[in-house]
């Protein structure tokens, strides 16, 4: 009885690794193919640049460029993987989840200049619910990080969720959740910089160098929906 008890546990626990290692590989599939990594490369500046411009209002990018950001990467796993494969329809009772890829959370972040701060875990002007929400925090997707640098480097990361509980345990809640100042607008709580920057750096997350150069694009915000009133 014991031999069969040893036997079923062992099975059970080569289906979970075998099953959990499905999940993450099928993920970073994207830093492994070479053309598509290339393409990223050469196309995520220009779609981001194309979301600045359709978001901007005399000059100025609006707060929905965050959105349209984000609907370029899941359009990347939509391309990659199959709309079949990729879950864009998410309750608003999971805010930290932007999308799920073969049934797996991912949280889409963008971050704007050379450094690594400035990332968003929840949006809240509540100080109260921004300390309760550093002390019952607890990572449960993978996170993906888009850091644009224009007339630089920077990157697309992709940081698995073994990745984050394993430095919130090691480095402690405080050094790992950034709250906002007293006494100023607060606009969410954070990742801190020591964080995201050890996030980044970990042997199992993944990255794509990217060089961010503006392109000369002549673009019109209206001349699609002239183009739809002059359909029949």
């Known amino acids: 009885m014991k031999k069969i008890h040893i036997k079923i ?91 799920r890829l073969f049934g797996k959370p991912i949280s889409i972040k963008t971050i704007t200049g050379k450094g690594f701060s400035g990332v968003k875990l929840i949006w809240t002007v509540d100080a109260q619910k921004a300390r309760e929400f550093r002390e019952t925090y607890d990572p449960h997707c993978d996170i993906v990080i888009v850091q644009i640098n224009w007339g630089n480097l920077g990157g697309f990361y992709y940081i698995p969720l073994e990745v984050q509980r394993k430095l919130l345990d090691r480095i402690g809640r405080e050094r790992y959740i950034k709250l906002p100042k007293s006494g100023t607008n ?47």
């Not at 990742?191 to 990255?207: G, N, P, Q, W, Y």
């Open 9 to 99: 546990l062992t099975i059970s626990l080569i289906f979970l690794l075998f099953f959990s290692g499905f999940s993450i590989s099928k993920q970073i599939e994207i830093f492994d193919d070479e053309k598509l990594v290339n393409r990223v490369k050469n196309k995520l500046p220009y779609l981001f640049q194309l979301a600045e411009l359709e978001s901007s209002r005399a000059g100025k990018i609006g707060m929905e460029v965050g959105s349209l950001r984000e609907k370029i990467v899941v359009a990347l796993l939509i391309y990659k993987f199959g709309k079949a494969n990729v879950e864009t329809e998410i309750p608003i009772t999971e805010p930290e989840v932007d999308v």
């Open 186 to 232: 607060p606009r969410g709580v954070e990742i801190t910089k020591e964080a995201l920057s050890s996030l980044v750096k970990d042997e199992m997350s993944r990255f794509i160098e990217i060089n961010w150069q503006r392109k000369k694009i002549d673009y019109n915000p209206y001349k699609r929906w002239v183009d739809y009133w002059r359909e029949d």
